[in-house]
């Protein structure tokens, strides 16, 4: 397969691969080896990821959990190259992981080789971070490592059997895969501000009553439901790696007012903030 893969990190642990492919057109790979375990979260694109007994139609808002020592092909589907970043994993930590989450089918089964699973907010909010941290060289080794650490918790948490969403059909992604893309990669960037139905739907070039019912059907998530998630999610890491006042956290991740900030908090963590902060301190129980 024609691409440029680069590293972007690498810990004692794993590694942070950029990968975007350069194949002019619509072809199936030859077939190749997974040699990591990795997880690779799709940035752009739509293409179908060949392994045994099944075809994985991948695209924005997927993941792809894939095991090694399996032959795999790949099969663009979609005039746009497709971006991935990967997560790939070295031996000594996957016989960690494996001991952990020995109870998961996925590690039991061995004629179920990948897998692929849909992201939601919060998920794609840690990866977005992770990579905001790598390319502004903002985050130090052990905020890196806990993230990631965060993102295989959520990532196997979540595996199923894979059932494509037949909502989601061939016309709909040539059409509108860009949209979401665009729409995800703006309210990642610009999570903090007042953001109106009309302004994202304008800079996805949709109109606004489109734009909703796309973004929910890719997602099954309003774009408001979706960025409260995003704003959520960074107040949760402040609280948890910051001393922050909770006040301020409101603020900077985008709330109005602190009991706004509060009560949306208590809903989707089941307590107020600074008790969440206190649960989570280090050295408590």
């Known amino acids: ?26 072809r199936t790979s ?37 095991k090694p020592g399996y032959e795999r092909t790949v099969t663009h589907t979609h005039a746009i190259p497709d971006e991935c970043t990967i997560f790939e994993f070295k031996e000594d930590f996957l016989q960690e992981m494996l001991a952990h989450y020995s109870g998961i089918p ?41 993230l990631v650490m965060e993102v295989i918790e959520k990532v196997l948490g979540n595996i199923t059997d894979y059932k494509p969403d037949h909502r989601i059909n061939s016309r709909l992604k040539q059409n509108h895969l860009v949209t979401i893309e665009r729409a995800k990669d703006y309210l990642s960037n610009h999570f903090t501000d007042d953001i109106s139905l009309m302004q994202i739907a304008a800079y996805c070039y949709v109109s606004p009553f489109h734009f909703s019912r ?8 309003s774009p408001h439901q979706f960025l409260l998630t995003l704003r ?11 001393m922050q006042p909770v ?11 602190v009991e706004h900030f509060t009560a949306a908090f208590k809903q989707k963590y089941d307590c107020p903030p600074a ?10 129980d």
């Not at 690779?40 to 075809?55: D, E, H, I, P, T």
């Not at 008790?275 to 408590?284: D, K, L, N």
Request: proline share 1%.
């Open 106 to 146: 996925f590690f039991q089964d061995n004629d179920w080789h990948s897998t692929l699973i849909k992201t939601n907010a919060e998920t794609e909010f840690l990866h977005f971070q992770i990579i905001k941290l790598i390319l502004t060289r903002s985050g130090g080794k052990l905020q890196i490592d806990n």
């Open 275 to 284: 008790a969440y902060r206190h649960q989570h301190a280090v050295g408590s």
């Open 214 to 221: 796309l973004f929910k059907t890719f997602t099954s998530e």
């Open 232 to 242: 959520l999610k960074n107040a949760e890491l402040l609280l948890r790696n910051t």
């Open 1 to 26: 397969m024609d691409a440029d893969i680069h590293t972007l990190y690498e810990s004692d642990f794993y590694r942070i691969m950029d990968f975007k492919c350069r194949c002019t057109d619509c």
């Open 30 to 66: 030859k077939p190749e080896y997974c040699t990591a375990f990795s997880i690779s979260f799709v940035r752009k694109g739509n293409f179908l990821f060949n392994v045994f007994r099944q075809s994985l139609d991948s695209y924005s808002g997927c993941v792809l959990v894939t």
């Open 247 to 257: 006040a301020d956290i409101a603020f900077s991740s985008g709330f109005n007012s």
